[in-house]
Nanobody
């Protein structure tokens, strides 16, 4: 099965920027929709942005206009450019992908390990 490896989290000041990256390893047959979720302490994971294989994107209202998702299909990577960060963006961010290992196999969801983003005021 594939693995999703995230990078780019860390500590940033209010108003700053961070870029999260996620690479799909394991050479899957197909990587369909990719997305970013985040999870606040004690809360359920929530989707903040997704990008289809065709490049269509969707954003949660909380990040619209500040975050930009992009993907590189050739490299099976997805990125999340986060600008104008606020303390309320502090959370663990998870990468998500809908993947297929082979042409006749079932599609399944894969998750990254999570990366902490902390916005300090």
């Amino acid at each position: 099965q594939v693995q999703l490896v995230e990078s780019g989290g860390g500590l940033v000041q209010v108003g700053g920027s961070l870029t999260l990256s996620c690479a799909v390893s394991g050479n899957p047959f197909n990587v369909n929709t990719m997305a970013w979720y985040r999870q606040f302490p004690g809360k359920q994971r929530e989707r903040i942005s997704l990008v289809t294989k065709n490049g269509d994107t969707n954003y949660a209202d909380a990040v619209k206009g500040r975050f930009t998702i992009s993907r590189d299909n050739a490299k099976s990577t997805v990125h999340l450019q986060m600008n104008s960060l606020k303390p309320g963006d502090t959370a663990v961010y998870y990468c998500y992908a809908l993947v297929r290992d082979g042409p006749w196999t079932q599609e399944y969801t894969a998750w990254g390990q999570g990366t902490q983003v902390t916005v300090s005021s």
